[in-house]
T-cell receptor
Framework: DAGVIQSPRHEVTEMGQEVTLRCKPI?????LFWYRQTMMRGLELLIY????????DSGMPEDRFSAKMPNASFSTLKIQPSEPRDSAVYFC??????????FGQGTRLTVV | AQTVTQSQPEMSVQEAETVTLSCTYD???????LFWYKQPPSRQMILVIR??????QNATENRFSVNFQKAAKSFSLKISDSQLGDTAMYFC?????????????FGGGTRLMVKP
């Protein structure tokens, strides 16, 4: 298995633009997580899905952020409109229930 | 809610020496997992070791071992025979397994530098 695949690896966008981050979890995994990593706040859980259903989205910063998981093999995290303070590394991770989470390589987002 | 605390923001060790990274956590759960992840400069998050709370035996993975003290809610990572490639950020993480799911809570991380 190729592991968790995220795209793009890097994204630079202008303030106000829409940004979409993509994630393909490991085949067979039923849980998917979106994390954000910054120097100031460390690793923060934004949202997680179990069997494609959002279970906890309390970490989503505000209405500008939204996440979807239309099927077991794909998820998106969208920011609209983006702001400079959204600049961070965004990680996607997947796991089986009550098992180790495996991470993608992350997307470094820069909003200028 | 669970919290994970890593009290050492930075540490350094000489190559071939042993180093211990500290982690404490707070939870009211009785069944859970604990993890150590490594994040090298490449930023990839890599699982180092995992411990089930119901197991009394400390987990070991080659040069990496843990000291799990459930009553004290302590979960330290020992790296033996440190290598230059061990230079990285190390994150302690907690996962409760209950009906609500299996979300991970991370500590703030410890930056480890292995010196030649």
């Amino acid at each position: 298995d190729a592991g968790v695949i995220q795209s793009p690896r890097h994204e630079v966008t202008e303030m106000g633009q829409e940004v979409t981050l993509r994630c393909k979890p490991i085949s067979g995994h039923n849980s998917l997580f979106w994390y954000r990593q910054t120097m100031m706040r460390g690793l923060e859980l934004l949202i997680y899905f179990n069997n494609n259903v959002p279970i906890d989205d309390s970490g989503m910063p505000e209405d500008r952020f939204s996440a979807k998981m239309p099927n077991a093999s794909f998820s998106t995290l969208k920011i609209q409109p983006s702001e400079p303070r959204d600049s961070a590394v965004y990680f996607c991770a997947s796991s089986l229930t009550r098992a180790t989470a495996f991470f993608g390589q992350g997307t470094r987002l820069t909003v200028v | 809610a669970q919290t994970v605390t890593q009290s050492q923001p930075e540490m350094s060790v000489q190559e071939a020496e042993t180093v211990t990274l500290s982690c404490t956590y707070d939870t009211s759960e009785n069944n859970y997992y604990l993890f150590w992840y490594k994040q090298p400069p490449s930023r990839q998050m890599i699982l180092v070791i995992r411990q089930e709370a119901y197991k009394q035996q400390n987990a070991t993975e080659n040069r990496f071992s843990v000291n799990f003290q459930k009553a004290a809610k302590s979960f330290s990572l020992k790296i033996s025979d440190s290598q230059l490639g061990d230079t990285a950020m190390y994150f302690c993480a907690f996962m409760a397994y209950n009906n609500a799911g299996n979300m991970l809570t991370f500590g703030g991380g410890t930056r480890l530098m292995v010196k030649p």
